[in-house]
């Protein structure tokens, strides 16, 4: 679009300066005759008849073919003018909008080391007595609560082993993904330590990234930014995220997964480590991400998101 704008405007501009080259044209033949009414000899090739028709008509044609072709220049001339100058306006609205954006975007990134510490001290905090310092030892325990689970839970343990990523329709993957959440749920209760905090930090970051008129209609340009902000985030911090989305702490006041919905369609968690997830075919919990970790015939199961 822009670049047909663009060629528009060039060929408008090419169209004034050629009626303003025809007018320099008509005004030197003028003064040509002029000249040949005084009896400078300018116009000697000219047949007698068609030079008394112009000196005889000199009015006529300097307010009729003169004038026309001066009006037509100069609206021309004007209506370039006008464009250039809305498209300096549009470009002008653009760095305004784009340094107000990055402004509030590096602030947000800024912010989030201080969120990530402040996750950190809470834990250390809350967790002394199981010697849990980190959000890393954080996500080293809920792992191992996830073996004991499918220790003690031969249910659990069946479904695990049992699920299919590439066969499994969409009530097994939901029953299978709300298992899971419960298992990411009871650790957080367990600890009575939320690191949600951070999660819902994220959420909102995402969601201003998404959202923001800048860079709503600029798919690569969101892109780029939500990587930035992913690349933030540890391995364990995106392992978390990704079963907070799932767990009833990413649902909206309705009881939908609105986090997952929101990671989901932005392929947020596209470069998580498959070594960090507690099975490697949970990654169907997320239908529209192309994880990098996928291979050909996994990729080919992966749902067009219906957002995009």
């Known amino acids: 679009m822009k670049n047909k704008k663009s060629r528009l ?3 408008l501009t090419l169209l004034a300066w050629v009626g303003f080259g025809i007018s320099i044209a008509l005004t030197l033949l003028y003064l040509g005759i002029i000249f040949s009414v005084k009896g400078i000899n300018v116009f000697s090739w000219f047949k007698p008849s068609v030079e008394y028709q112009l000196n005889k008509n000199i009015g006529d044609f300097l307010w009729g073919t003169l004038g026309i072709a001066l009006t037509f220049t100069a609206t021309v001339f004007l209506f370039v003018t006008f464009k250039e100058q809305r498209q300096q306006l549009n470009i002008s609205r653009q760095e305004t909008d784009k340094i107000r954006f990055e402004t509030t975007y590096f602030n947000i990134l800024s912010m989030l080391k201080q969120v990530q510490d402040t996750v950190n001290n809470n834990i250390a905090s809350h967790l002394v007595l199981q010697n849990i310092k980190n959000i ?15 220790q003690s839970d031969t249910n659990l343990a069946s479904m695990v082993d049992e699920y299919d990523p590439v066969k499994a329709n969409a009530s097994e993957t939901e029953q299978y993904r709300d298992a899971i959440a419960k298992v990411y749920e ?6 009575d330590c939320n690191v949600g905090y951070l999660y819902r930090y994220l959420f909102n970051a995402i969601k201003f990234v998404v ?3 800048y860079n709503k209609a600029d798919k690569v340009m969101r892109e780029r930014y939500l990587n930035l902000l992913q690349a933030q985030l540890s391995n ?10 799932i767990s009833k702490y990413g649902e909206n006041k309705d009881g939908q997964l ?8 932005t392929n947020f968690l596209e470069n998580i480590d498959k070594t960090f997830l507690l099975n490697e075919n949970q990654y169907r919990f997320y239908p529209h991400t192309r994880f990098k970790f996928l291979n050909r015939e996994q990729l080919k199961h992966v749902t067009p998101c219906p957002n995009k």
């Open 258 to 265: 609105q986090f997952r919905r929101m990671l989901d369609e």
């Open 186 to 191: 009871g650790m957080i209760e367990d600890t």
């Open 136 to 150: 890393i030892e954080y996500y080293s325990a809920f792992k191992k609560s996830y073996v004991g689970k499918l």
């Open 236 to 245: 364990e911090e995106l392992c978390l995220l990704f079963y907070n989305g």
């Open 9 to 11: 405007l060039a060929f």
């Open 211 to 213: 959202d923001d008129p």
